[in-house]
């Protein structure tokens, strides 16, 4: 990069700050009166300091107060805190926290629907309490998706006029840890309703007036009583009878349920839904007077295994460790990678034996990725019969993977700006590099693929410039052979908007040997999708490099060796790990169906359920006498998993046939179908017919200066459309205006200003919404896609087939296939799609068919499994 671009781009960096932070404060002048956000600009942190407060003034029973930062307010004995609702991690990518060691908080509105105190609402929300008193009608950790509350309390008192809910919704979670302190619940305590939810209490009471669930609407959660009281009017565990997981297990306190509820109790414990002292202990239920009381009592064996059992992810490092059962002297322990061996073994001191021991811990060494391991201790009984206890196997699964960089860890100030740390081509003339945003966030927060940032990689390999390339070195040798890692995986995101270029990861270590892997599709840049680039890392050691002294690594696009101009664009980089050998579907064998990466019986029934499905095409049936793809009405479709999604400007186009007439009396019929996502209530790039009864094709489009809950609608006009007759339809969005033509005829017009949406699942569909629904019966042909919108002229030319627009589509299926089922995206940008005629996809052989030819597919890697690399 020249130094005059150098110093435009710092300019820049310092106008868009500047910018950005008069934007920040016009923004939140212009806020709602009842909108009242935490800043933290004062100097103490206190709830009741003004200055803490984007208005410069406390929020009053009035007003929502607003918290999206940590550390976030403090409330303490001196402070007295009103609002009428208070709300922590607001929205998608927020985190607020309320520490409180005294003092009282008050969430003054009350009714149902969730007003009161949300930990977490979107966003991410933390409640840490060790005094004082909360007063809310609800109580949510969180209230909306895809939220996370978590709270903790060790004393003070919750007053509850309504529900205490963990997990509200599907994709949310919940967790409340509480060692002292009260909490009284007025009508309903649910953990969770269709979420996931965790509650642990070891002290303290918990009395609900009404009914206390565990997975009260299919919700998975799990409640562990280690201490303290609850005390419930009624006690349901998955009433509706559809929870993946509920439990409740107990090793002290006691759950108190009014009336004589030990049936119902009793059933739970049949299902395995209570158990005591992780189910080495006994779960006592007794009637007391004219309650059930439910307590433990330890058994022998040993229990509360660490890590749990079934757990995942677990570090490399990790030492094991368990609680006695009682009466137990000695522990006799046993380890290894195979069930079979662990569970068959006697003898504790051979394999997988690992001696006996008088401590709870054993430490097994250096763990492998991936590995799934199996343990299982034994409690040596003196004088008892008999003397041995055995206990159960238990298993977990170390660490998938090693992090290479997640991009969590950065912010937007020095030191940790990731641009202090990714090294870019600022200051080099032949490096035309820069990452994160010329003004914060510096990294992208709404398109990541794990986590909440991902990085900005813009490149622009113009003049000087033949490559654009972001190192990040270490500042100690990394050995990417550890703990068996044997591939690098990182994601990376393009755009409709940028140039095709390949792009390349380099290695090098610390005696400057470097390795270079280029990516093998220069198309793939401007692909709508995360896309997952796995690299053997033999590729570098062949090269050269030694995997066990990494010193840097590079990620670039051009040709660092070359000259000459080159492509534009910016892309997102994300979730950079190393691996072990593992399933990766693209290099499994070729008649897995099922993505295990083996065949075998589950392979051979998928494929049973689908025998002689098909789909036709119609080779001399298109509009223009070529060919067509026939489509019956079963939820056959099209599919394009990384289809470009202009946002300034589009146009979409294609012909369609019906089977039978589609008219008031039609079901809803999809042509056109973005995959999901945006903002409520979920509206998307579609065409469909007869949503509404009135016959019309109706063009849904959503742009981001739409509030939630608008929807851009343009509809053609009432008509019947004739079985067995082709139509021309098309719409377009210039900026500002939706037209939607039919025969090359505008038939509406409607007036939005905006960009396209940004953030919908990668993927459209044309004929049958996603899941094969609203399918279309008929025939389709020759879509395409455009980065612009085309005009009227244009458009007729289209439905009279007389001239083709310039530029040309950005992707264009033409529907002239015969035997297969991909269908190709004729523009050359690589969008290709396939027939989706059958779920999951069951045609190995890769025709219109699933018949004998599929099976000899299957017969011929039968029981072959390939893990990669």
């Known amino acids: 990069m020249n130094r005059s671009t150098l110093e435009e781009k710092i300019m820049c960096r310092a106008l868009c700050f500047a910018a950005s932070f008069v934007m ?32 410069n003034a406390l929020p009053t029973d009035a007003d929502k107060a607003i918290i999206n930062l940590e550390p976030g307010a403090v409330i303490d004995a001196a402070v007295t805190a009103d609002a009428l609702e208070v709300i922590l991690g607001n929205a998608d990518g927020e985190t607020g926290r309320i520490t409180m060691t005294g003092g009282t908080l008050t969430a003054h509105k009350t009714g149902s629907g969730g007003p009161g105190l949300l930990v977490g609402n979107r966003g991410v929300g933390y409640f840490d309490m060790s005094g004082g008193a909360i007063v809310a009608d609800n ?104 929870s993946p997981g509920v439990s409740m297990d107990l090793t002290g306190g006691t759950l108190v349920i009014d009336g004589d509820e030990t049936a119902n109790i009793n059933g739970y414990l049949a299902k395995g839904w209570i158990t005591a002292y992780s189910g080495s202990g006994d779960v006592n239920v007794e009637l007391v007077g004219s309650d059930t009381v439910l307590t433990a009592t330890m058994g022998s064996s040993a229990w509360a295994p660490g890590p749990t059992n079934g757990a995942t992810e677990v570090p490399l490092d990790a030492t094991l460790g368990w609680s006695s059962g009682a009466g137990a002297v000695q522990h006799e322990v046993y380890f290894g990678t195979s069930f079979a061996d662990v569970n068959a073994a006697s003898d504790p001191d051979a394999l997988p034996g690992r001696g006996r021991q008088d401590g709870n811990t054993y430490n097994p060494g250096a763990l492998a990725l991936g590995q799934t391991y199996y343990w299982r201790v ?31 860890d950065y912010n937007d100030y020095e030191p940790d700006r990731v641009f202090d740390t990714w090294t870019d081509g600022w200051g080099v003339e032949t490096n035309g590099a820069q990452v994160g945003y010329g003004a914060p966030p510096f990294l992208e927060q709404t398109v990541v693929h794990g986590g909440a940032q991902a990085m900005p990689l813009a490149y622009e390999n113009i003049g000087a410039a033949s490559y654009s390339e972001t190192s990040l070195p270490f500042a100690t040798s990394q050995n990417w052979t550890a703990a068996g890692a044997k591939a690098l995986s990182l994601w990376f995101y393009g755009n409709f908007n940028n140039q095709a270029e390949r792009m390349y990861v380099a290695i090098e270590d610390n005696a400057g040997r470097r390795g270079t892997v280029a990516y093998g599709d220069p198309n793939t ?44 664009g910016t892309l997102f980089v994300d979730s950079i790990r190393l691996y072990p050998s593992r399933c990766v579907p693209e290099f499994a064998p070729a008649g897995d169906l099922d993505g295990d990466c083996d065949v075998d019986f589950e392979d051979l029934r998928i494929l049973t359920e689908n025998w002689l499905e098909s789909f036709v095409w119609d080779v001399s049936g298109g509009f223009d006498g070529g060919g067509c793809l026939q489509l019956d009405g079963s939820g056959e479709r099209i599919f394009v998993p990384a289809a470009p999604f202009p946002r300034e400007a589009f ?98 017009v409607l007036t939005y200003s905006g960009l396209h949406w940004q953030r919908y699942t990668p993927g459209i569909y044309f004929g049958a919404s996603s899941g094969g629904a609203n399918a279309f019966n008929g025939k389709l042909d020759d879509i395409r896609i455009y980065g612009h919108a085309l005009s009227a002229p244009d458009i007729t030319n289209l439905a009279e087939a007389t001239a083709e627009p310039a530029p040309g589509p950005t992707a264009w299926y033409k529907l002239d296939e ?17 027939v989706l005629f059958v779920e999951p996809y069951t045609n190995p052989y890769d025709d219109n068919r699933v018949d004998w030819r599929d099976y000899a597919v299957i017969a011929e890697s039968w029981l072959d499994a390939q893990m990669w690399p």
């Open 378 to 408: 034994d409690e040596v009984q003196e004088g008892a019969t008999p003397a041995i206890e055995r206990g159960s196997v238990w298993s977990f699964a170390a660490l998938s993977s090693l992090v290479v960089e997640d991009f969590e």
């Open 818 to 834: 015969t035997t297969r089922g991909a269908v190709v995206d004729g523009s050359g940008n690589g969008y290709d799609g396939y």
């Open 525 to 568: 840049l401007m692909w709508h999708a995360w896309q997952e680039w796995n690299i053997d890392l033999r590729e570098f050691s062949d090269a050269g490099v030694d995997l066990t002294q990494v010193k840097k690594m590079s990620i670039g696009v051009g040709d660092a060796g070359g000259a000459g101009a080159g492509g534009s």
């Open 139 to 242: 109580v949510y950790l969180p209230r909306n998706v895809p939220g996370q509350g978590y709270m903790t309390m060790s004393d003070g008192s919750v007053t509850i006029g309504n529900t205490f809910t963990l997990g509200l919704h599907g994709g949310e979670y919940g967790e409340f840890t509480m060692t002292g302190g009260t909490v009284q619940v007025a009508k309903m305590f649910r953990c969770a309703d269709i979420g996931r939810a965790l509650m642990t209490v070891s002290g303290g009471a918990v009395t609900v007036d009404g009914t206390f669930y565990i997975g009260r609407r299919n919700g998975s959660g799990h409640l562990q009583l280690d201490g303290g009281t609850i005390t419930v009017d009624d006690f349901l565990m998955d009433p509706q009878g559809g």
């Open 24 to 55: 920040v404060l016009g923004l939140a002048g212009l806020a709602s009166a009842a909108d009242v956000i935490w800043d933290g600009d004062g100097t103490d942190g206190l709830w009741s300091t003004p200055a803490n407060w984007s208005t």
């Open 651 to 748: 146009t979409y186009s294609l012909w369609f046939n019906p089977a039978d007439t589609m008219d008031t009396d039609s079901a809803r019929q999809d042509l056109i179908y973005w995959n999901a996502g945006g903002p409520a209530p979920g509206a998307r790039p579609a065409l469909v017919h007869n949503i509404d009864g009135s016959g019309r094709l109706r063009v849904s489009v959503m742009l981001d200066t739409m509030a939630s809950g608008e929807e851009g609608l343009a509809f053609t006009d009432s008509r019947s459309f004739d079985a067995d007759t082709w139509y021309h339809v098309a719409f377009t969005f210039d900026g500002s205006k939706t037209r939607v033509y039919v025969n090359g005829t505008q038939e509406n």
